[in-house]
């Protein structure tokens, strides 16, 4: 299963944006950037995926590097609601399709 | 359609007895995938079905753990002779096919004393 790396915790203010990162070194052609959310006391929900180019919806954008080794998500304004840990995850679509969550980052919302 | 449910949210039970879970996905997802979280940590694999084939079970699950699916559509997890090491949030999740969102249920809590 390829690998992704996260930091294990970051803060940032109310409103303002928020960028979270994540190394995936090892990428294959055909690993799919997933990008999941645990809120306390909840299931993980799903937030954002994509494989090259950039990506927007209504909860977040993804931004991936040109090489694919990396990637960002990006909360545009962050509230208290967004306090959660974030989950990086490669779903290698041509293969197995697994979920592998890894450890995820833990952020914290400030008011 | 009320996502994905997952039967019971709790169960405490006795070191050795067996224990057994029910998730029903969403209607129409093809793919089930079961996982285990305890605190702090990630939700670890355990296992995934396609409709009603199993493709993979975690190499570190025990042969204490059994997972069916059999007209695929809701799915059990039966955990034989519970050890109090079983204790975690039991999640399972589905999808409506390969590379698609997944929706994950809010879980069972198992506590074995």
């Known amino acids: 299963d390829a690998k992704t790396t996260q930091p294990n915790s970051m803060e940032s203010n109310e409103e303002e944006p928020v960028h979270l990162p994540c190394n995936h070194s090892?990428?294959?052609?055909?690993?799919?950037i997933h990008w999941y959310r645990q809120l306390p006391s909840q299931g993980p929900e799903y937030v954002i995926h994509?494989?090259?180019s950039n990506v927007n919806n209504r909860m977040a954008s993804l931004a991936i590097a040109e090489d694919r080794k990396s990637s960002t998500l990006i909360l545009h304004r962050a509230t208290l609601r967004d306090a959660a840990v974030y989950y990086c995850?490669?779903?290698?679509?041509?293969?197995?399709?697994?979920?592998?969550f890894g450890k995820g980052t833990r952020l914290h919302i400030l008011p | 359609d009320t996502g994905v449910s997952q039967n019971p949210r709790h169960k405490i039970t006795k070191r050795g007895q067996n224990v057994t879970f029910r998730c029903d996905p969403i209607?129409?997802?093809?793919?089930l995938y079961w996982y285990r979280q305890t605190l702090g940590q990630g939700p670890e694999f355990l296992t995934y079905?396609?409709?009603?084939?199993?493709?993979?079970k975690s190499r570190l699950l025990s042969d204490r753990f059994s997972a069916e699916r059999p007209k695929g559509s809701f799915s059990t997890l039966e955990i034989q002779r519970t050890e109090q090491g079983d204790s975690a949030m039991y999640l399972c999740?589905?999808?409506?096919?390969?590379?698609?969102?997944?929706?994950f249920g809010q879980g069972t809590r198992l506590t074995v004393v």
């Open positions: 999740a589905s999808s409506l096919e390969r590379n698609t969102e997944a929706f």
């Open positions: 090892t990428i294959s052609g055909t690993d799919y």
């Open positions: 994509g494989l090259t």
């Open positions: 995850i490669l779903r290698d679509v041509a293969r197995d399709d697994k979920i592998i």
């Open positions: 209607s129409e997802h093809n793919r």
């Open positions: 079905f396609q409709n009603e084939a199993q493709l993979e």
